[in-house]
């Protein structure tokens, strides 16, 4: 088996906003991330699929296949976006909070079961360079 | 939305410190030849990168495995505080070990083992851009990815 991981990027605007909250409990958990006229990151998404190499043509997947799955699932929903305000899993009703851990998961859910002969192993989201979160599609 | 998934979450530390490889029970000629260059009785230094990897649950309320407030101030006072523009050999820890980075990653474990929000996976140190070390715990399976 053999672990292949592809990367993509996206620039996107978000705050943490919990809206069964009061505005100072909201202050105090989330600080400086609960303004809510929103601030933003680049993003760096790591996908790693697991698979076997096919002996044809040598590869786990199509390179170009995954990029284009992750550029239509993705990139093409959360670039250049407000997550809390135009990504459907962040938006009212389902409001989750867009953290670094979310936002592993999310992709995660856009992703599961739909990469051609591999399995989704891990999705890795670079907030910044000093702070990822890794996703294995596990549950506690 | 995920109350239940489990999520890894990884955070970079810097400090900067010197140290000197010595083991005062080795003769002088086996300290050099052993340590080499990290021999020189002067010391030396590098910029340390510490990456701490915690897991848990999701909670569905912040989104987070833990706040990165807590994580972040819990780091400032427990390893930032003491071991930035230090000398290694001169801390409590390493006055009867020897200052490795091996050694340091696990003293940074048991240093953040004590974290109480979330389950330490991964200690990485980074002594250098070309050498890395990761501890997962005494008696870890090791890890795969």
Redesign the interface.
């Known amino acids: 088996m053999i672990l292949l991981t592809r990367k993509a990027e996206f620039s996107a605007a978000h705050y943490y906003w919990n809206a069964s909250w009061s505005e100072e409990e909201n202050q105090r958990v989330f600080g400086k991330c609960a303004n809510r006229q929103g601030h933003g990151h680049n993003y760096t998404l790591e996908v790693t699929v697991a698979g076997e190499v096919d002996p044809v043509t040598g590869f786990v997947v199509d390179l170009k296949q995954l990029k284009d799955i992750l550029e239509r699932e993705v990139i093409s929903v959360y670039d250049h976006r407000h997550l809390n305000l135009e990504v459907p899993e962040f938006m009212p009703p389902r409001s989750a909070v867009p953290t670094t851990e979310n936002i592993a998961v999310a992709v995660w859910n856009r992703l599961d079961g739909k990469i051609p002969n591999a399995k989704l192993h891990r999705v890795r989201v670079y907030e910044m360079p000093d702070l990822f979160a890794d996703y294995y599609g596990e549950r506690a | ?2 109350p ?10 810097h400090f900067v410190a010197s140290h000197r490889l010595h083991v005062d029970a080795l003769s002088p000629e086996l300290n050099r030849t052993t340590y080499g260059k990290c021999n020189n009785p002067y010391g030396h230094g590098h910029n340390y990168t510490v990456q701490i ?1 915690l897991s ?3 909670d569905p ?5 833990t ?3 807590d994580l972040d101030a819990f780091a400032a006072r427990e390893l930032l505080e003491p071991f930035d523009h230090a000398n290694l050999n001169t801390l409590g820890c390493f006055r009867d070990l020897v200052p490795t980075t091996e050694n340091l990653a696990r003293e940074i474990w048991r240093i953040f083992a004590e974290y109480p929000h979330a389950t330490l996976e991964r200690v990485r140190v980074e002594e250098t851009s070309n050498n890395a070390f990761d501890y997962f715990g005494d008696g870890a399976e090791l890890h795969r ?1």
Do not use: D, E, F
């Not at chain 2, 309320?61 to 495995?65: F, I, K, L, S």
């Open positions: 939305m995920h239940h998934a489990k999520a890894h979450l990884s955070r970079r530390y990897t848990g649950s999701i309320n912040t989104g987070m495995v706040n990165l407030a990815s």
